[in-house]
C-alpha cells in the first residue's frame, strides 16, 4: 500500500450510486444496485467507500436516486464515523431537484452538476468520480499522482480486458505514453492496446479531474440542449477530442495479494452476482476479504456467533467450503459450497449446495436447494426442492441463462396461492 500523501487530503470522492440495475431484476425491486448485499456481511457500494477512505480521502459525497431509502439507512448506520471537527464529511445527495423544477438527476455529469455548491463548499482540488456498483480494491492515491504529474484534463480508471471481450465496454485507444487518442462506446472491432494485439482498455467509470476545470465544464455542459448530460456520452469524449484525456491502469493501483490478478467484477447480472459470491468460498479466492491492511468498511451489525447444532444421521448442521455469517443458526442443515449472510435460519433434514442466501432468510425441514440465490427475509417452505428440475423451477422462479435460480417472497406467495 502507498503511504497517502497530501493530494488524498486535498481531494473528495464523488460516488454516483443512482442507478437501479434492471439485470439484476427483483434483487433491486426494493433497492438500488448499489445497497444490494455482497460477500456475507457487506453491501457493494461499500468496497467504493472502503477504497476512499482506505486511500485517504475522508470527503465523500454519495448522490441517490432509485429506490434509496436502503442505500441511505445503510451508509447513516455504517458510515457515520466521519467527523466534522476533523474536516470529514460524508454527505447523502438525493435528486431533489435542487436547481430545477423539472428536473431530477437527468445523468451522471448533471448529478455532480445539481450539487456545484457544495463540491465547492469542500475546498477541494481534485475530485474522483467513482460508480458505487462494482467490486474492487483500488488506491486512488496512486491514480491521482499520475494524474498531478502528467498534468491531464482528467485520468480514467481503465481495466484491461482480453479483445474478444472489449465490445461489452466502453475502449480506450491509447498512444505509447498513455493519452487517450478515441472513446469508443462497446465497439464491434476495438482497437488493442499498443504492444499488446490480445488486449484492450477499458473504462472503469472512475474519473479524475481538476475540480476547477470540471466545475467550468458542467456549467458550459448543463447550457448545451443537445447533451445528455453523461460523462460517458458527452464530457469525456469532448476531453478527449480538444483537451488531454490519460489512461490510469487498474493493474497500477489494484490492492491484491502478491501474484494474485487484479480483481474487478460488475456484479450486474444474477449469473454474476452468484459466481462472484460463490468464489469467495474457493480455498484461496482471488478477492481477500481477509486483508486487515485494507478493510472493507461496511454496517457492522452485532449479532452472536454461528451456531451449529445435531449431530445424527441424515440430520447433522454442518457448512463444508462455505462462508458462514455471525447470527447464523444450522441446525441439522447440510451446506456446501454456499455463502449464508447474517441470521439464516436452516432446519433439520435441509440441504444447501452453490447457495447464496442473503439476510434474515429462514429455510425449513427437508428443503434442497442447489444453485440458488435466495433475497432478503424470505421464508422457505418445508420441502421445497429447487435446482433439480429446471422446467418446474421456472414456473415459479426467475432461472438465470447459466440455470441459477432467483427465489424471492413474492415468487414463493404466488407458487402457495396456486397449488
Known amino acids: 500500500m502507498v503511504e497517502n500523501g497530501r493530494l488524498t487530503r486535498r481531494a473528495m470522492a464523488f460516488v454516483l450510486a443512482g442507478g437501479r440495475g434492471s439485470r439484476l431484476h427483483e434483487l433491486t425491486d426494493r433497492r438500488v444496485k448499489p445497497a444490494v448485499y455482497f460477500g456475507g456481511k457487506t453491501r457493494i457500494i461499500d468496497f467504493a467507500l472502503s477504497n476512499a477512505v482506505n486511500s485517504g480521502i475522508r470527503k465523500i459525497a454519495i448522490a441517490t436516486q432509485y429506490k434509496a431509502h436502503s442505500l441511505i439507512r445503510h451508509c447513516h448506520r455504517g458510515w457515520s464515523f466521519f467527523r466534522a471537527e476533523r474536516n470529514e464529511f460524508l454527505d447523502i445527495l438525493p435528486a431533489s431537484q435542487r436547481t430545477s423544477d423539472e428536473h431530477w438527476y437527468r445523468g451522471t455529469a448533471d448529478a455532480v452538476t445539481q450539487n456545484i455548491d457544495i463540491v465547492d463548499s469542500y475546498d477541494v482540488d481534485h475530485i474522483i468520480i467513482l460508480a458505487g456498483d462494482h467490486i474492487y480494491k483500488m488506491d486512488y492515491e496512486i491514480m491521482l499522482r499520475q494524474h498531478v504529474q502528467s498534468g491531464a484534463d482528467v485520468t480514467i480508471g481503465c481495466l484491461t480486458v482480453p479483445l474478444a471481450e472489449a465490445s461489452a465496454f466502453g475502449v480506450m485507444a491509447v498512444d505509447e505514453t498513455g493519452r487517450i487518442t478515441s472513446f469508443l462506446e462497446k465497439p464491434k472491432d476495438p482497437p488493442a492496446m499498443p504492444g499488446d494485439p490480445k488486449h484492450a482498455l477499458a473504462s472503469m467509470g472512475i474519473y479524475v479531474f481538476n475540480w476547477a476545470f470540471l466545475r467550468d465544464l458542467l456549467l458550459k455542459d448543463a447550457e448545451d440542449p443537445n447533451s445528455s448530460h453523461d460523462f460517458?456520452?458527452?464530457?469525456?469524449?469532448?476531453?478527449?477530442?480538444?483537451?488531454?484525456?490519460?489512461?490510469?491502469?487498474?493493474?497500477?493501483?489494484?490492492?491484491?495479494?502478491?501474484?494474485?490478478?487484479?480483481?474487478?467484477?460488475?456484479?450486474?447480472?444474477?449469473?454474476?452476482?452468484?459466481?462472484?459470491?460463490?468464489?469467495?468460498?474457493?480455498?484461496?479466492?482471488?478477492?481477500?476479504?481477509?486483508?486487515?491492511?485494507?478493510?472493507?468498511?461496511?454496517?457492522?451489525?452485532?449479532?452472536?456467533?454461528?451456531?451449529?447444532?445435531?449431530?445424527?444421521?441424515?440430520?447433522?448442521?454442518?457448512?463444508?467450503?462455505?462462508?458462514?455469517?455471525?447470527?447464523?443458526?444450522?441446525?441439522?442443515?447440510?451446506?456446501?459450497?454456499?455463502?449464508?449472510?447474517?441470521?439464516?435460519?436452516?432446519?433439520?433434514?435441509?440441504?444447501?449446495?452453490?447457495?447464496?442466501?442473503?439476510?434474515?432468510?429462514?429455510?425449513?425441514?427437508?428443503?434442497?436447494?442447489?444453485?440458488?440465490?435466495?433475497?432478503?427475509?424470505?421464508?422457505?417452505?418445508?420441502?421445497?426442492?429447487?435446482?433439480?428440475?429446471?422446467?418446474?423451477?421456472?414456473?415459479?422462479?426467475?432461472?438465470?441463462?447459466?440455470?441459477?435460480?432467483l427465489i424471492t417472497q413474492d415468487m414463493l406467495d404466488k407458487r402457495a396461492a396456486s397449488l
Not at 442447489?370 to 422457505?380: E, F, L, N, S
Not at 426467475?398 to 441459477?404: H, K
Open 232 to 405: 460517458g456520452n458527452d464530457l469525456i469524449p469532448d476531453i478527449v477530442a480538444k483537451g488531454k484525456a490519460m489512461a490510469h491502469r487498474f493493474d497500477v493501483s489494484c490492492v491484491r495479494d502478491e501474484g494474485a490478478p487484479a480483481y474487478w467484477k460488475d456484479v450486474g447480472t444474477i449469473d454474476a452476482f452468484w459466481q462472484a459470491n460463490i468464489d469467495l468460498t474457493d480455498f484461496v479466492p482471488e478477492l481477500n476479504l481477509w486483508d486487515r491492511e485494507w478493510p472493507v468498511w461496511t454496517n457492522a451489525i452485532s449479532v452472536p456467533p454461528a451456531k451449529f447444532i445435531h449431530d445424527e444421521k441424515d440430520r447433522r448442521g454442518v457448512a463444508i467450503s462455505s462462508m458462514v455469517s455471525g447470527g447464523c443458526i444450522v441446525s441439522g442443515t447440510e451446506i456446501r459450497n454456499s455463502l449464508l449472510f447474517t441470521e439464516v435460519h436452516t432446519n433439520s433434514y435441509a440441504v444447501l449446495d452453490y447457495a447464496v442466501v442473503l439476510p434474515y432468510v429462514t429455510v425449513h425441514r427437508s428443503a434442497r436447494l442447489r444453485k440458488v440465490v435466495i433475497d432478503r427475509g424470505v421464508v422457505i417452505p418445508e420441502g421445497l426442492v429447487v435446482g433439480e428440475d429446471p422446467l418446474e423451477d421456472a414456473k415459479w422462479f426467475r432461472v438465470s441463462p447459466r440455470g441459477v435460480t
